[in-house]
């Protein structure tokens, strides 16, 4: 091909958790999250790839969809790029089908209607180790053969067949012939009239058929005599009672096993594998459970056995640091702002990098396992009471990252009110920004030396789940009295279990750790130093507390302070939770400034556990500290989670609804905690 | 025409009904339109061979070649029979 050529734009499709992600990361060189579960991928992303004869073709990895029928938002955009009418992207001009070859019978199904949108087709025979090691006998002559097209054999996640595909992009794509499958007789009738009608008005129209089936789906695109034909016949099939969209999926399958059969390929064996093995204990209804809860109490134990060593590094960095500053810089404005605003700022978030990185290190265990399908199965039954299925689990528990990802993940729930059921709650999920907040409150309620780590971890456990428990609560409260009808039924596929890969764990670790880093050297930077600004000024003092309460912040917090007294709170806290509305971890960078502490952890801790009120009282009594640990469950204190919600509800109404019930819930929350607390005798 | 309807005579078990471990046909799915086509396209067609693996609350079945989850409440509308003959 031409140098001067235009691109070439060849979408990227299959059904999913079929490998596309994979492949396409091996093509690129890009670096798209995988995993091993069905809806990794919710939105379209392009890369560049490279023939053999280095021409550069753009290469579009869609989601995994299971027809050209799409029911869910992720398999929207699939579809449209498919048929030229995504904004943005251009018509494909050719097609790369990945297909499992360990499931072809279903995988091909999805290639049979793909094959009909009248573009070239390459497909790429996927996993071919796991169908080797089920006993399946592939024959991808055989295949291409009867179905018209190119099967090139490729292990994606080992970089096989890599060199073949590229090869076979590079040369001229076959376009597939006619359908091949038979369509039953009256349905046949039907097609081939409209058809012929609508060629009759475009005779440049090349899939007529396909055109005339989508027109009988219901499609209203279309010249008028086809669509009024199409009218006819679908009237027609409903007086008799004929389910033509059935017949058709019947008959596409019957072509698919007679094909796969006549080449010899069977669909492998049942029974006697790791999975097998695996699903026995943890589907069980009562040690699936236990395995359940039993990972989620090791997680939180890593949090803080392991991720202690790490934090004392980091702890004693920022101390040499801040020590280094003041040694070196003289008493002034700009050593106040190196070591009272950035380190205390910066360091006092950056040092829970690690604490982050264990539950991502955790989750990608889970993700890559093909665990969290399972995990969503076996919370089905409790999803279901609340009015969702176990599918809006996985979006859930995504939440625990980070509610970005989470609320993107619900492109895959097909129900539109279970979509925006699981939207609302999803922030209620405890996400790695309420780590600080978590641990630091947890310290200063209790002394860290008489707490064992079991012990630590079950409190943090313990604010997971009722973060949860209230999501799972207010979805029952949303979906069935808000929005109204019923939860829709569980069909999930349950992919076969794979050694997680260290790459692809390792991989999503780095992109969090960058992504933190980043954010605590520009966002929380920038506040921190508005807030040493604000809390330094005007200087009314010398001694540290009445400066504080006199500066711009100082006195925004005595303003807040009423309305914050009944959950008690003082106004260092107020400070703490406005400078916090962007983004929850920005609490403890602001409370490390309100107290001087430089970046250290214990510092903060050790300030906190003094602070008294005017009349001598402390401030941070284990009721109050839970107070505050309930608000931080509770409220949504996150402006990018408002963003996504925006963008994927497509108005204001749902995000501003979600900012009101969670800051109204955080509020009355901690106002009952103290309040039973105080009635019950506790301080 | 032969339509699903026809099936219904033969079928006598919903999916929740069969033993774990057992191979069955699917003779008639007897859901909502829209979830009856979702179930075709995931390979619970008419015809279909499906062994259920895991019974209970939830199911466990393996079709065309997958495991796929299944509320039981789904389950319960695929009417099956079973390949062997026995009841």
């Known amino acids: 091909m031409s140098q001067d050529s235009p691109k070439r734009w060849i979408a990227v499709v299959g059904n999913p958790n079929a490998g596309k992600s994979t492949l396409f990361n091996a093509l690129t060189g890009l670096r ?83 094959m009909e949108l009248g573009l070239p087709v390459l497909v790429a025979l996927n996993m071919v180790d796991v169908a080797e090691a ?65 060629r009759q008005s475009e ?49 596409r399958y019957e072509y698919v096993r007679k094909m796969l059969g006549e080449a010899g390929i069977g669909s492998g064996k049942l029974g006697g594998t790791w999975t097998d093995w695996i699903d026995a204990v943890v589907l069980h209804p009562v040690a699936g459970w236990a395995v359940l809860v039993g990972m989620m109490l090791i997680l939180f134990m890593s949090i803080f056995s392991i991720a202690a060593y790490p934090m004392g590094w980091i702890d004693g960095a920022f101390t040499w640091l801040g020590g280094t500053i003041q040694n070196a810089l003289p008493a002034g404005m700009l050593r106040d702002l190196l070591i009272d605003g950035i380190l205390a700022g910066v360091g006092g978030v950056v040092i829970f990098l690690p604490q982050i990185l264990i539950l991502f290190f955790f989750l990608g265990l889970l993700e890559d396992s093909g665990y969290l399908a399972r995990a969503a199965f076996l919370l089905d039954r409790v999803m279901h009471r609340v009015g969702l299925s176990g599918k809006s689990f996985i979006p859930l528990l995504s939440s625990y990252a980070c509610a970005i990802p989470g609320i993107m993940a619900t492109r895959t729930v097909e129900d539109p009110k279970d979509r925006l059921t699981t939207i609302l709650v999803a922030p ?29 971890a079950t409190a943090m456990l313990g604010l997971y789940v009722l973060g949860t428990g209230t999501a799972f609560i207010l979805a029952w409260l949303f979906r069935k009295k808000l929005l109204g009808g019923g939860s829709p039924p569980l069909i999930l ?16 670790m780095w992109e969090r750790a960058i992504l933190f880093l980043r954010r605590a050297g520009t966002v929380i930077l920038a506040l921190s130093i508005v807030l040493w600004f604000l809390s330094s000024f005007p200087n009314t003092s010398d001694d540290p507390t009445d400066k504080l309460a006199g500066s711009f912040a100082g006195q925004m917090g005595h303003g807040l302070e009423p309305i914050l007294r009944p959950l008690g709170f003082d106004w260092r806290i107020g400070i703490g939770l406005v400078a916090s509305l962007a983004a929850r971890e920005v609490f403890v960078s602001t409370m490390s400034i309100v107290y001087h502490v430089g970046g250290e952890e214990e510092g903060l801790v050790t300030a906190m556990r003094s602070a008294t009120w005017p009349d001598g009282a402390l401030i941070y009594t284990p009721l109050t500290c839970l107070a505050l640990l309930v608000f931080y469950v509770y409220a949504l204190q996150c402006l990018s989670t408002v963003a996504v919600a925006k963008r994927e509800t497509g108005g204001w109404k749902w995000p501003i609804f979600m900012l009101l019930y969670m800051t109204g819930l955080a509020y009355l929350a901690a106002w009952l905690v103290q309040g039973v607390g105080r009635a019950l005798g506790f301080s | ?82 390949v062997d003959g026995k009841s």
């Open chain 1, 493 to 508: 596929e349950l992919p076969p279990y794979r050694m997680p890969s260290f790459q692809t764990v390792s991989l999503r």
């Open chain 1, 203 to 251: 005779p440049s129209e090349l899939r007529a058929e396909g055109k005339a089936l989508e027109l009988l789906a219901g499609s209203d695109v279309g010249p008028d005599g086809a669509r009024k034909l199409a009218t006819a016949w679908r009237e027609r099939f409903r007086k008799e009672a004929y389910d033509w969209s059935a017949s058709v999926v019947h008959a």
């Open chain 1, 32 to 114: 798209q999250r995988v995993g091993n579960y069905p809806g990794v991928t919710v939105e379209k992303h392009t890369g560049t790839a490279f023939t053999l004869h280095g021409e550069a073709v753009e290469l579009i990895d869609l989601p995994g969809m299971y027809s050209m029928a799409a029911r869910s938002p992720d398999e929207e955009i699939a579809v449209k790029v498919l048929l030229g009418e995504s904004a943005g992207l251009p018509k494909p001009d050719a097609v790369l089908c990945v297909v499992d070859a360990s499931n072809l019978e279903r995988n091909l199904f999805l290639v049979t209607q793909v």
């Open chain 2, 1 to 82: 025409m032969e339509t699903s309807q026809n099936h219904l005579g033969a079928a006598s078990l919903d999916l929740t009904q069969v033993s774990s471990g057992d191979e069955v046909r699917v003779r008639h799915l007897a859901c909502s339109p829209t979830t009856c086509q979702r179930l075709r396209e995931m390979g619970f067609c008419e015809n279909a061979l499906v062994t259920k693996i895991r019974g209970g609350a939830d199911l466990v079945c393996w079709v065309c070649g997958t495991r796929v989850a299944l509320s039981a409440r789904l389950a319960k509308q695929i009417l099956v029979e079973h």
């Open chain 1, 428 to 456: 209620l999920m405890s996400c790695s920004a309420r780590i600080p907040v978590y641990t630091t409150l947890l310290a200063a309620a209790v002394p860290v030396a008489l707490v064992p780590v079991w012990g630590k």
């Open chain 1, 134 to 198: 089920r006993g399946i006998r592939l024959h991808p002559d055989q295949l291409s053969e009867k179905l018209g097209v190119s099967f090139i054999p490729t292990q994606a996640h080992r970089g096989k067949g890599l060199v073949e595909l590229r090869a076979a992009l590079g040369q001229r794509l076959l376009k597939p012939g006619p359908r091949q499958w038979t369509m039953p007789p009256p349905l046949a009738v039907a097609v081939g009239q409209i058809a012929s009608a609508w």
